[in-house]
T-cell receptor, first 107, second 112 residues
Framework: EDQVTQSPEALRLQEGESSSLNCSYT??????LFWYRQDPGKGPEFLFT???AGEEKEKERLKATLTKKESFLHITAPKPEDSATYLC????????FGKGITLSVRP | DADVTQTPRNRITKTGKRIMLECSQT?????MYWYRQDPGLGLRLIYY???????NKGEISDGYSVSRQAQAKFSLSLESAIPNQTALYFC???????????FGSGTQLSVL
């Protein structure tokens, strides 16, 4: 059975303290891995799509990377406005979401 | 205006009542989806539609039905609501297979 596991479940950082969020997956044939950001009371908002191992994408303080078994969302020098839940989703024959990682960044 | 609009934003209903959640989109996408989100469970697919004449069950379709009234409109119905259908419901659209999803702001449904 396809699985998508995100860790840790929650992460608290001090402003400026860089860290990484993990998404590990077991699927038979990866067609794409997605990262979304979700703010409280809102729907998920697309961040990145990665298609093959070794691929990297960046947007402001965020950088997503992909290997054959996992993806990392690296957050460099985070700010309080980066506080949100980050969702990972894996597409093979269907789209499977992880449970999300709640990030809190303290000023 | 939002590209994907859901109504209502919040709804409280009683067990056994019929309820409809509505979704409309201005993105011009053929593909539309209904998901529910529960704490600790993540997003789960209820139904999806690839065009007006195409309706498909997702992983948790029992107790739900849908109607695709037009390319832009996709509604979700609970024929007889039960408390374990209390959840946050999202409508989403996509341009094509494997493409990113665009989500509405969600409907928080509480079934008492």
């Amino acid at each position: 059975e396809d699985q998508v596991t995100q860790s840790p479940e929650a992460l608290r950082l001090q402003e400026g303290e860089s860290s990484s969020l993990n998404c590990s997956y077991t699927v038979s044939g990866l067609r794409g891995l997605f990262w979304y950001r979700q703010d409280p009371g809102k729907g998920p908002e697309f961040l990145f799509t990665l298609y093959s191992a070794g691929e990297e994408k960046e947007k402001e303080r965020l950088k997503a990377t992909l290997t054959k078994k996992e993806s990392f969302l690296h957050i460099t020098a985070p700010k309080p406005e980066d506080s949100a839940t980050y969702l990972c989703a894996v597409h093979d024959s269907k789209l499977t979401f992880g449970k999300g990682i709640t990030l809190s960044v303290r000023p | 205006d939002a590209d994907v609009t859901q109504t209502p934003r919040n709804r409280i209903t009683k067990t056994g009542k019929r309820i409809m959640l509505e979704c409309s989109q201005t993105k011009g996408h053929d593909r539309m989806y209904w998901y529910r989100q529960d704490p600790g469970l993540g997003l789960r697919l209820i139904y999806y539609s690839f065009d007006v004449k195409d309706i498909n069950k997702g992983e948790i379709s029992d107790g739900y039905s849908v109607s695709r009234q037009a390319q832009a409109k996709f509604s979700l119905s609970l024929e007889s609501a039960i408390p374990n259908q209390t959840a946050l419901y999202f409508c989403a659209t996509s341009l094509g297979p494997g493409e990113k999803l665009f989500f509405g702001s969600g409907t928080q449904l509480s079934v008492l």
